[in-house]
Protein backbone atom coordinates (compact mmCIF):
# COMPACT_ATOMS: atom_id res chain seq x y z
CA UNK A 1 0.00 0.00 0.00
CA UNK A 2 0.68 3.71 -0.42
CA UNK A 3 1.21 6.77 1.20
CA UNK A 4 -1.48 8.13 -1.16
CA UNK A 5 -4.65 6.33 0.61
CA UNK A 6 -3.68 6.84 3.72
CA UNK A 7 -2.61 10.82 4.56
CA UNK A 8 -4.76 13.57 5.21
CA UNK A 9 -5.32 15.25 1.99
CA UNK A 10 -4.84 19.29 2.10
CA UNK A 11 -3.69 19.59 5.64
CA UNK A 12 -3.85 22.55 7.63
CA UNK A 13 -1.26 25.04 7.09
CA UNK A 14 0.82 27.93 8.44
CA UNK A 15 2.91 30.80 7.08
CA UNK A 16 6.49 31.65 7.27
CA UNK A 17 5.67 35.25 8.28
CA UNK A 18 2.82 34.24 11.08
CA UNK A 19 3.27 34.42 14.81
CA UNK A 20 3.78 31.43 16.64
CA UNK A 21 0.45 32.70 18.60
CA UNK A 22 -1.07 32.07 15.37
CA UNK A 23 0.04 28.41 15.04
CA UNK A 24 -0.92 27.96 18.32
CA UNK A 25 -4.87 28.85 17.62
CA UNK A 26 -4.50 26.31 14.52
CA UNK A 27 -3.12 23.65 16.81
CA UNK A 28 -5.39 23.83 19.36
CA UNK A 29 -8.73 24.27 17.13
CA UNK A 30 -7.14 21.00 14.98
CA UNK A 31 -6.33 18.72 18.11
CA UNK A 32 -2.74 18.18 16.40
CA UNK A 33 0.78 18.37 17.40
CA UNK A 34 2.72 19.93 14.04
CA UNK A 35 2.24 21.98 11.33
CA UNK A 36 3.77 22.29 7.77
CA UNK A 37 4.49 25.71 7.20
CA UNK A 38 4.31 26.96 3.29
CA UNK A 39 4.96 29.24 0.80
CA UNK A 40 3.12 29.58 -2.55
CA UNK A 41 2.04 25.66 -1.75
CA UNK A 42 5.53 24.84 -1.21
CA UNK A 43 6.97 23.43 1.83
CA UNK A 44 9.98 25.40 3.46
CA UNK A 45 9.59 23.81 7.20
CA UNK A 46 7.39 22.30 9.87
CA UNK A 47 6.78 24.08 13.20
CA UNK A 48 5.53 21.43 16.39
CA UNK A 49 4.07 21.54 19.40
CA UNK A 50 7.83 21.43 21.16
CA UNK A 51 8.68 24.25 19.45
CA UNK A 52 5.69 26.37 20.99
CA UNK A 53 6.18 25.40 24.53
CA UNK A 54 9.80 26.83 24.21
CA UNK A 55 8.68 30.14 23.66
CA UNK A 56 5.65 30.23 26.01
CA UNK A 57 4.88 33.93 26.90
CA UNK A 58 6.43 35.35 23.59
CA UNK A 59 3.64 33.36 21.04
CA UNK A 60 2.53 37.05 20.32
CA UNK A 61 5.80 38.43 19.35
CA UNK A 62 7.98 35.84 17.66
CA UNK A 63 7.35 34.56 13.74
CA UNK A 64 7.26 31.00 12.42
CA UNK A 65 10.49 31.21 10.56
CA UNK A 66 12.16 32.10 13.58
CA UNK A 67 11.46 28.31 15.64
CA UNK A 68 10.21 26.08 12.54
CA UNK A 69 12.69 23.23 11.24
CA UNK A 70 13.84 23.35 7.56
CA UNK A 71 15.28 20.35 6.99
CA UNK A 72 11.88 18.31 6.83
CA UNK A 73 12.08 14.32 6.86
CA UNK A 74 8.76 13.99 3.84
CA UNK A 75 7.67 11.40 1.47
CA UNK A 76 5.51 11.34 -1.68
CA UNK A 77 2.04 10.02 -2.60
CA UNK A 78 3.43 6.49 -4.05
CA UNK A 79 6.25 5.62 -1.01
CA UNK A 80 4.99 2.82 0.04
CA UNK A 81 3.63 2.70 4.07
CA UNK A 82 6.36 0.10 5.07
CA UNK A 83 9.16 3.02 4.19
CA UNK A 84 6.85 6.02 5.40
CA UNK A 85 6.95 3.67 8.59
CA UNK A 86 10.50 3.20 9.35
CA UNK A 87 11.06 7.11 8.36
CA UNK A 88 8.72 7.79 11.13
CA UNK A 89 10.80 5.40 13.45
CA UNK A 90 14.24 6.82 12.22
CA UNK A 91 14.06 10.06 12.85
CA UNK A 92 11.75 9.77 15.87
CA UNK A 93 8.45 11.93 14.61
CA UNK A 94 4.59 10.95 14.82
CA UNK A 95 3.85 12.39 11.47
CA UNK A 96 5.51 13.55 7.79
CA UNK A 97 4.22 16.17 4.88
CA UNK A 98 3.48 14.09 2.03
CA UNK A 99 5.20 15.98 -1.25
CA UNK A 100 4.03 16.03 -4.82
CA UNK A 101 6.15 18.09 -7.72
CA UNK A 102 7.87 20.36 -4.69
CA UNK A 103 4.10 21.12 -3.00
CA UNK A 104 2.25 20.00 -0.05
CA UNK A 105 -0.31 17.52 -1.12
CA UNK A 106 -0.94 16.03 1.94
CA UNK A 107 0.22 14.66 5.74
CA UNK A 108 0.68 11.08 7.09
CA UNK A 109 0.98 10.28 10.52
CA UNK A 110 2.05 7.42 13.12
CA UNK A 111 -2.39 6.70 13.57
CA UNK A 112 -2.47 6.49 9.79
CA UNK A 113 0.16 3.52 9.47
CA UNK A 114 -1.41 1.85 12.45
CA UNK A 115 -5.12 2.31 10.83
CA UNK A 116 -3.82 0.66 7.90
CA UNK A 117 -1.81 -2.10 9.36
CA UNK A 118 -4.91 -3.28 11.16
CA UNK A 119 -7.04 -3.34 7.87
CA UNK A 120 -4.10 -5.47 6.69
CA UNK A 121 -4.79 -7.69 9.61
CA UNK A 122 -8.34 -7.87 9.03
CA UNK A 123 -9.21 -5.98 12.60
CA UNK A 124 -11.52 -3.93 11.40
CA UNK A 125 -13.46 -6.21 9.74
CA UNK A 126 -16.09 -8.92 10.92
CA UNK A 127 -15.60 -12.72 10.58
CA UNK A 128 -11.74 -12.10 9.67
CA UNK A 129 -9.48 -14.41 11.17
CA UNK A 130 -5.75 -14.43 11.59
CA UNK A 131 -3.70 -18.15 11.22
CA UNK A 132 -0.03 -18.09 12.18
CA UNK A 133 2.40 -20.91 11.29
CA UNK A 134 5.91 -21.66 11.55
CA UNK A 135 7.84 -22.19 7.64
CA UNK A 136 10.24 -24.40 7.53
CA UNK A 137 11.94 -22.89 4.33
CA UNK A 138 10.31 -24.76 1.85
CA UNK A 139 9.73 -22.64 -1.10
CA UNK A 140 6.51 -23.88 -2.06
CA UNK A 141 4.70 -23.80 1.21
CA UNK A 142 3.06 -20.59 0.16
CA UNK A 143 1.60 -22.21 -2.28
CA UNK A 144 0.36 -25.31 -0.72
CA UNK A 145 -0.98 -23.41 2.34
CA UNK A 146 -2.90 -20.90 -0.15
CA UNK A 147 -4.67 -24.05 -1.48
CA UNK A 148 -5.11 -25.84 1.26
CA UNK A 149 -7.11 -23.18 3.08
CA UNK A 150 -9.04 -22.09 -0.43
CA UNK A 151 -10.63 -25.88 -0.35
CA UNK A 152 -11.32 -25.46 3.57
CA UNK A 153 -13.71 -22.95 2.09
CA UNK A 154 -11.53 -20.13 3.41
CA UNK A 155 -11.13 -17.20 1.46
CA UNK A 156 -7.73 -15.46 2.13
CA UNK A 157 -7.48 -11.77 1.69
CA UNK A 158 -3.72 -11.66 2.65
CA UNK A 159 -0.51 -13.21 4.24
CA UNK A 160 2.56 -11.81 5.04
CA UNK A 161 5.63 -12.69 6.81
CA UNK A 162 7.66 -11.92 9.69
CA UNK A 163 10.67 -12.97 11.86
CA UNK A 164 9.54 -15.79 14.65
CA UNK A 165 10.15 -15.12 18.08
CA UNK A 166 13.42 -16.44 19.37
CA UNK A 167 11.48 -19.08 21.91
CA UNK A 168 9.10 -19.91 19.27
CA UNK A 169 10.96 -22.76 16.98
CA UNK A 170 10.25 -20.99 14.18
CA UNK A 171 12.51 -19.31 11.76
CA UNK A 172 9.86 -17.32 9.98
CA UNK A 173 6.30 -17.07 10.72
CA UNK A 174 3.19 -16.85 7.84
CA UNK A 175 0.24 -14.78 8.81
CA UNK A 176 -2.69 -15.97 6.82
CA UNK A 177 -5.87 -13.32 6.72
CA UNK A 178 -8.84 -15.19 6.36
CA UNK A 179 -12.92 -15.04 6.11
CA UNK A 180 -14.25 -17.84 7.51
CA UNK A 181 -16.87 -19.42 9.24
CA UNK A 182 -14.48 -21.74 11.41
CA UNK A 183 -10.94 -20.61 11.31
CA UNK A 184 -10.28 -23.23 13.97
CA UNK A 185 -11.39 -26.13 11.92
CA UNK A 186 -9.14 -24.50 9.17
CA UNK A 187 -6.44 -24.79 11.48
CA UNK A 188 -6.96 -28.20 12.43
CA UNK A 189 -6.97 -29.07 8.90
CA UNK A 190 -2.98 -27.31 8.42
CA UNK A 191 -2.34 -29.42 11.33
CA UNK A 192 -2.87 -32.66 9.46
CA UNK A 193 -1.61 -31.60 6.98
CA UNK A 194 1.71 -31.69 8.95
CA UNK A 195 1.61 -27.44 9.00
CA UNK A 196 2.59 -26.31 12.56
CA UNK A 197 -0.01 -23.79 13.47
CA UNK A 198 1.39 -20.81 16.28
CA UNK A 199 -1.61 -19.44 16.46
CA UNK A 200 -5.82 -18.52 15.85
CA UNK A 201 -6.35 -14.72 15.89
CA UNK A 202 -10.09 -14.14 15.96
Known amino acids: ?39 DGALVGIITDRDLRQHVGALEHVRVDAVMSKGVVSVTPSTMLEQAAYLLVKHKIGAMPVVDAGKLVGIVSATDLLRAFAEVL ?20 LATIGQLVAGESGEILGMGTYPGAADSGARQVLWVRLRSADASRVARMLNEQNFTVLAIHP
Open 122 to 141: GATEEGVSRIDLALAGDPGE
Open 1 to 39: MIVARWMTKNPITIKADDTLAAARRKMDAGKFRRLPVVE
